[in-house]
C-alpha cells in the first residue's frame, strides 16, 4: 500500500515560507506517505535546497512534460519523476511530453507519467495513449480525475478494466470538486489499485482525497493494516497550523469535537458503551471524549457531570436543572460550561454543598 | 440513462443542531427553514419538541411561517415525544426506532419484538391525531438487514410513507452501500430515505451511491454540520447528483452560498476553505456545469 502526498504541494503552490515547508517535510515522515509529490518548478520558486540522499527516495518530482522541467529536477537532484500530460481526445502524446521522457530516461531517473485528465477517456483510448508512450521502463501510470467526473462505483469499474489493459502499477488521483475524492480513491483502492494521492485534510487544488480519512477507512471499514494511528490527529493540525489553516472542529477523524457528545441520546448511548455512537475510539487518533452540556441534554449527562463531581442529584433536581440548562443555552446560543452549570446547581440549592469542583 | 429526480430532507434544525454546543435562536431557525424553502427543499426535519418549550416556539413559528415545504418534528417512538409535537401542531411526525441488536439491547435493554411492538403503537397514536408518519430505523447499518425489512413491512402496513436507513456511526462505503442497496431497495415495500454520517468522510458517497441504486430521498445537512464528523452536505449531494450522476433535484443551487452563510453565522463557525462547493479554494464553479 502506498498513500502519495499532495500536501506539501498545496504549500508549494500557496508559497508558504521555506521553513513551514521544510517543517511540513519533516512532520509527514511521521505519517505513512511513501512518496511526497511536488512540482518541480515550485520547489524551485520556494527556493527549497537541493534533494539530499534521504529525500531522494520519498520526494517525487511533478513535471509539466517538458525538457527543461527534466533539466530543472535533474539540477535539484530529484531521482524520482512524473511526468503530468493533459492529452486531447484522439491527439496522442504531444511531442514535447515525449522528449521529456526521453530526457529523463537518459538522466537514469524513476519515470512516472500522469494522465490528468483521464477520467474524459475510454479505456481504449487510455490503453491507446499508452501505447503511445515512446519508452520502456515507466514505472507507474497515474489516472487523473482532474474535473472530478467520477463516482466511486465508476472508478472501481475503470479501475478493474484498466488493470487488465496497462502492466504497470497504476496510481490514482483523485480530486474533491464535489465530495467525492476519498469515496473514489477507497474505491480504487479495494479493487486493487495499490497507489493512491491524498492530501492531509484533502488539501488541493480543487482539492484531494483525504488521507486522515483514507488511512482510518482502510483500517477501519476494511480491516486492513494495524498502524499506530494515535498520533494522527496532532501531525495532521501541525501541518494545517504550518500552512496557516486550522482543521475545522467536526473535521472527519482529526476535528477536535468529533467525540463530543451532546445530545441526551447520544451520551446516554456513549456512558452505556461508546460504540454506539463512535465509528472508533478516540485514543485511536489521539483525540479525547467530551460530554456537552446543553440544549440537547437530557438527564443522563448532567447525572454523569455531578458524579463526576461526587455530587449525588435526585431525579427532581435533575429534571429542575436540566429546564434551567436548555433554557439557558437557546438564550446564550452556546452550550454551558461547566462552572455555569454548577452556578445553576447552587441557584436551585437552597444549601451550598460542600464539594469543590475537582476540575 | 433516464435522468431521475430525488427529494431532499433537510435536517439542519435537527441533526445538524446536535453537533455539539450548537443551538439556534427560534429566529434562525425560521430564517434556515425559510432560505431552504425557497431553494425548494420539500421536506424540513426542523426540531424535537420535546425537548422543551423553547423548542416549541421555535417550531411553531416555523409551522406559521406558510412555507411550501412540508415540515417535521422528530420523534423517539415514545407517548411524550408524539404528544409534544402534536400539541406544536405538526402534522408530519418522524418515528425512530434503533434496528441494530447492539442499539437495541445495549441502549434500550429490550428485544426486537419490543421494538417493533411499541413502534406499532407509537404509528397509531400519531395517526390517531391525522398525523402523516415516516419511520427511521437507526443504526440499520449494523443491523440485521432483515429485520429492518421487517421494520418496514410494519410501517407499511400501517400506511407510514417511508424508511430512514441511518448509517448511525458512518460505518459504511460506497461499495458495501451498493450492494446493500441493490439488494434491499426491490424487497422494500416503502421509498427509502438515507441518513449517512460522515465519520470516515463518505457521508456524501455514500448517500448519492444509494441513491443511485434506488433510494428516492436524502437525508442532509447544510454545509454538512451535525453529529461528531457530520452528515451528508446538502449543497454536495444536489451538486454531485446532477454534474457527476447527470440526475435532477429540484433545488437550485444558486442559493447555496446564502444558505450556507445563514448557517455557518448561526452556528458562529466559518466553512474550511477546502470544503466543497462552498469553501473558498475551489475554483469549480459547480454552479455553472449544472445542465
Not at chain 1, 496557516?244 to 469535537?257: C, E, H, M, N, R
Amino acid at each position: 500500500m502506498m498513500w502519495i502526498d499532495q500536501t506539501l504541494q498545496e504549500g508549494l503552490r500557496k508559497r508558504s515560507s521555506r521553513e513551514n515547508l521544510i517543517q511540513v517535510l519533516q512532520l509527514l515522515e511521521s505519517l505513512p506517505v511513501r512518496a511526497i509529490d511536488c512540482k518541480v518548478t515550485d520547489w524551485e520558486k520556494c527556493d527549497l535546497p537541493r534533494i539530499n540522499s534521504s529525500l531522494k527516495k520519498r520526494i517525487r518530482g511533478r513535471i509539466n512534460g517538458t525538457v527543461e522541467e527534466v533539466e530543472l529536477a535533474y539540477k535539484f537532484g530529484f531521482q524520482k519523476i512524473i511526468v503530468d500530460c493533459e492529452p486531447h481526445l484522439g491527439q496522442g502524446l504531444v511531442s514535447q511530453v515525449c522528449s521529456a521522457l526521453f530526457a529523463a530516461r537518459k538522466q537514469r531517473m524513476n519515470i512516472g507519467i500522469c494522465i490528468e485528465n483521464a477520467s474524459q477517456f475510454s479505456i481504449d483510448e487510455i490503453a491507446f495513449l499508452w501505447r503511445d508512450i515512446p519508452i520502456d521502463k515507466i514505472e507507474t501510470l497515474a489516472y487523473g480525475d482532474k474535473d472530478s467526473l467520477l463516482d466511486p462505483l465508476k472508478t472501481s469499474q475503470i479501475m478493474i478494466l484498466l488493470k487488465q489493459k496497462i502492466p504497470v502499477p497504476l496510481e490514482f488521483h483523485g480530486h474533491n470538486a464535489y465530495g467525492l475524492a476519498t469515496a473514489n480513491s477507497l474505491a480504487a483502492y479495494q479493487v486493487g489499485v495499490k497507489h493512491i494521492a491524498a492530501a492531509v485534510a484533502g488539501l488541493g487544488s480543487n482539492g484531494h482525497a483525504a488521507l486522515e480519512e483514507l488511512m482510518m477507512a482502510r483500517k477501519r471499514l476494511l480491516g486492513e493494516g494495524m498502524a499506530d494511528t494515535s498520533q494522527l490527529a496532532l501531525i495532521c493540525s501541525q501541518i494545517l497550523t504550518r500552512f496557516g489553516l486550522t482543521v475545522p472542529k467536526a473535521k472527519s477523524i482529526i476535528g477536535q469535537d468529533i467525540f463530543a457528545h451532546e445530545s441526551g441520546i447520544h451520551v446516554d448511548g456513549v456512558m452505556k458503551n461508546p460504540l454506539l455512537y463512535e465509528a472508533f475510539s478516540p485514543e485511536e487518533v489521539g483525540l479525547v471524549r467530551q460530554l456537552v452540556v446543553g440544549k440537547h441534554s437530557g438527564t443522563a449527562s448532567i447525572q454523569a457531570k455531578f458524579r463526576d463531581w461526587n455530587i449525588h442529584l435526585s431525579p427532581e433536581e435533575g429534571n429542575a436543572l436540566l429546564k434551567q440548562v436548555r433554557k439557558l443555552a437557546v438564550e446564550q446560543k452556546k452550550q454551558v460550561d461547566d462552572p455555569v452549570l454548577f452556578d445553576l446547581y447552587r441557584s436551585i440549592k437552597s444549601s451550598v454543598p460542600s464539594q469543590n469542583l475537582s476540575s | 440513462m433516464h435522468a431521475r429526480t430525488i427529494e431532499i430532507v433537510d435536517t439542519t434544525l435537527r441533526d445538524g443542531e446536535q453537533s455539539p454546543g450548537t443551538v439556534f435562536s427560534a429566529q434562525d431557525k425560521l430564517n434556515i427553514a425559510t432560505a431552504l424553502d425557497r431553494a425548494g427543499v420539500t421536506w424540513i426535519e426542523a426540531g424535537v419538541p420535546v425537548m422543551g418549550e423553547e423548542e416549541q416556539e421555535a417550531m411553531k413559528l416555523i409551522l406559521s411561517a406558510g412555507l411550501q415545504a412540508k415540515i417535521i418534528a422528530w420523534n423517539r417512538a415514545v407517548e411524550n415525544d408524539i404528544l409534544s409535537s402534536v400539541s406544536c401542531g405538526f402534522s408530519h411526525l418522524h418515528i425512530s426506532v434503533p434496528v441494530s441488536d447492539l442499539h437495541i439491547e445495549q441502549k434500550l435493554k429490550k428485544s426486537r419484538e419490543w421494538v417493533l411492538e411499541n413502534l406499532k403503537q407509537s404509528i397509531l397514536l400519531a395517526q390517531s391525531f391525522g398525523c402523516i408518519v415516516s419511520v427511521g430505523a437507526e443504526d440499520a447499518s449494523r443491523g440485521d438487514r432483515e429485520y429492518f425489512l421487517e421494520i418496514a413491512d410494519i410501517a407499511a402496513e400501517l400506511g407510514a410513507v417511508r424508511i430512514r436507513y441511518a448509517d448511525t456511526v458512518g460505518c459504511l462505503n460506497p461499495l458495501a452501500v451498493h450492494s446493500i442497496f441493490q439488494e434491499l431497495i426491490p424487497r422494500c415495500p416503502l421509498p427509502v430515505e438515507v441518513h449517512m454520517h460522515n465519520d470516515f468522510g463518505l457521508a456524501n458517497a455514500n448517500t448519492l451511491v444509494a441513491l443511485a441504486a434506488g433510494a428516492e430521498l436524502a437525508s442532509t445537512t447544510v454545509g454538512g454540520i451535525g453529529e461528531r464528523a457530520g452528515n451528508a452536505a446538502l449543497e454536495e449531494v444536489v451538486t454531485a447528483w446532477q454534474v457527476v450522476y447527470g440526475n435532477r433535484c429540484h433545488i437550485n443551487s444558486n442559493d447555496f452560498p446564502h444558505l450556507s452563510r445563514l448557517v455557518m453565522q448561526a452556528v458562529n463557525k466559518d466553512v474550511f476553505d477546502y470544503k466543497p462547493i462552498i469553501g473558498s479554494a475551489f475554483t469549480i464553479d459547480a454552479r455553472n456545469k449544472i445542465a
